[in-house]
């Protein structure tokens, strides 16, 4: 039995890498033969917001009250758990600025491996995490070769120079559904945090101009952050008859099959989860472009629309198009079921089995 030991952040919270790994780690101990730990390396464990599988041993770092105290404290700390646990293969989900550091840290005998789930259209907003967002990938080259494998989305494997890269998509994380949206409400949805990355000032500017012709439609917004922030954007434009906020669900299921369509305005999106799972319910999905997550699998006017960067008229427009083509938005929606086809989970999972076998 191999033991395998992921090390990640916030594995407590409703963000996307927390949701993929409760699957992806559930679906390993329950069909193959794995002994895994989490280690997360920056907030308690005591509340998650996603089920694990009992099997999994979940675990956090010690941490002190003084941030300061931790970052020097976190190479001890991460030596001693790494040791305590003595795993055969090390996962290393930690994609900010400790992680990048991990493989200078540990002395170990395990293979590493780097999975990454950022890519390089990663924008931030303070200048910190600006100085962060620059030295992560430098510190992240300098020893590549230390890592047995860098599992990476397709569209960002030549963002590492390194042969060791293996491209692993995403799964489709719900069950694909026998039966999709009926497309009868006039509800769109977002979902994801409330936070500068998904661009939720601009989704909220481009609705005001849809519901200018649409206005019995609803817009309802799922995830956690700074809500009073865009709650008060909301009632800035005048919209507070029009968008709903909602807290984050572990179980989206009726909330896909309830709505029409799904709005996607980050700024990047090295992946999107929660378009695949929209897509698997037939909605039609909007999002820009530029983002390498969304535009490696939405085929535009095909299976979904890709609206040009910064075009938040031509955005409008499009939604609003569809709107008012029953026909259309039954077109999109057969053919964005089709779309997410290649996510399934057996298939992929299949291959993460094979690439810990290889080590």
Request: contains cysteine.
């Amino acid at each position: 039995m191999k033991k395998l030991l992921y090390i990640t952040t916030f594995i407590n919270n409703s963000g996307g890498v927390a949701k993929l790994l409760s699957v992806k780690l559930s679906y390993l101990v329950q069909h193959y033969d794995y002994e895994i730990y989490i280690l997360n390396s920056n907030s308690p464990t005591s509340t998650m917001f996603y089920e694990f599988d009992e099997r999994i041993k979940i675990s956090s770092l010690k941490q002190s009250k003084n941030r300061v105290l931790n970052i020097l404290k976190y190479p001890g700390r991460i030596k001693k758990a790494i040791k305590e646990i003595g795993p055969d293969i090390i996962v290393n989900c930690d994609n900010g600025l400790k992680g990048t550091i991990l493989h200078n840290i540990i002395s170990t005998k395990s293979s590493l491996i780097y999975e990454s789930h950022i890519s390089k259209d990663f924008m931030v907003e303070s200048f910190i995490d600006k100085l962060k967002s620059k030295l992560q990938p430098l510190l992240l080259s300098i020893n590549l070769k230390k890592y047995s494998c860098i599992v990476a989305y397709d569209h960002a494997k030549g963002d590492f120079r390194s042969q060791n890269v293996k491209v692993l998509h995403n799964p489709l994380l719900i069950k694909e559904p026998e039966s999709p949206s009926a497309l009868e409400n006039k509800i769109a949805i977002a979902v994801g945090r409330l936070a500068y990355q998904k661009g939720y000032d601009t989704m909220l500017q481009l609705w005001k101009d849809v519901i200018a012709d649409h206005p019995d439609w609803k817009l309802h917004i799922y995830g956690e952050g700074d809500i009073q922030k865009y709650k008060g954007l909301v009632q800035e434009l005048g919209l507070h008859d029009h968008v709903q906020f909602f807290e984050p669900r572990s179980d989206i299921k009726d909330v896909y099959r309830n709505a029409s369509m799904l709005l996607n305005t980050s700024r990047y999106e090295p992946f999107g989860l929660a378009i695949i799972e929209a897509m698997a319910y037939g909605l039609p999905v909007f999002a820009f472009k530029n983002t390498l997550g969304p535009s490696s699998y939405i085929v535009n006017n095909e299976n979904g629309f890709l609206i040009e960067k910064g075009q938040i008229e031509d955005y409008a427009n499009t939604v609003k198009n569809l709107i008012g083509n029953t026909m259309e938005m039954k077109r999109i929606s057969v053919n964005a079921r089709k779309g997410v086809k290649k996510f399934n989970l057996d298939a992929i999972m299949k291959e993460w089995h094979a690439l810990f076998q290889s080590l």
